[in-house]
Structure formats: C-alpha cells, structure tokens
C-alpha cells in the first residue's frame, strides 16, 4: 500500500520525462571536402581572380568578399568532394614508376629479416 502511495505520488509531483526529439542525422563532414568561389553577374574583380581555385571548405574565403563592393553580392560556392581537381597518384593513372606492373605479391605476414619475425 505504501509502494502504491509513493508512486501516485511521484506521478503527481514530478514532472513527466520529455519525449525525445526527432533530429535529422547530421552530416558527417568529408575531411577533404572542397569549395570554388563562382563569380555573380556583377562580380568583383577579387571573386574573378579565385574563380576556379579549390580551397578546403573550413579555409575558404567568406563570401561577400573582403574587397567586395557590390551591394547584392551573387558570388556563390561550388562544392567538390575533394579539393583535387583528378588521380594524382602513379597507380592511379596506370603508370609504374618503380617498374612493377600488377597486384603486390609480398605475403605481408612475414614481416621483417629475421626468422621470429613473422610470428
């Protein structure tokens, strides 16, 4: 009976736990994530000099621009997964540079020059 009191008693005092909130999932940012200033129609000249220049997002400029004298600025980011414009890597453009052509043969599993090495 007291158990039954104590919980009534609860209900009415304290307050009713909140219904937890429906978030959207945040986006998790891409570590090279990459924007390009895109000049407007009126654009000023420093919007044309960055035209086509890749910045990381977090070290781009902030828009309007510094030397911005337009009263509407239209200037806007053009965003790229990576700030590297194609395959920069040898194996990536198919061309051996240390003469080897095809799949790694090694067994990685003995690693090392002496015998314990691989255990």
Do not use: W
């Not at 080897?100 to 090694?106: F, I, K, P, T, V």
Request: aromatic share 4%; charged share 35%; net charge positive.
């Amino acid at each position: 009976m007291a158990a039954n009191l104590l919980e009534r008693a609860k209900t009415m005092f304290l307050s009713p736990e909140p219904a937890p909130v429906a978030r959207a999932p945040r986006k998790v940012p891409k570590p090279h994530h990459a924007v390009v200033v895109v000049p407007g129609r009126h654009a000023c000249n420093e919007a044309y000099a960055l035209r086509g220049r890749r910045f990381l997002s977090r070290e781009a400029p902030v828009l309007p621009l510094a030397g911005c004298g337009s009263a509407q600025c239209e200037c806007r980011y053009e965003h790229h997964d990576d700030r590297r414009k194609g395959l920069r890597r040898a194996r990536d453009l198919a061309v051996a540079i240390d003469g080897h052509e095809g799949a790694e043969l090694r067994d990685r599993s003995k690693r090392g020059r002496r015998k314990d090495d691989g255990r």
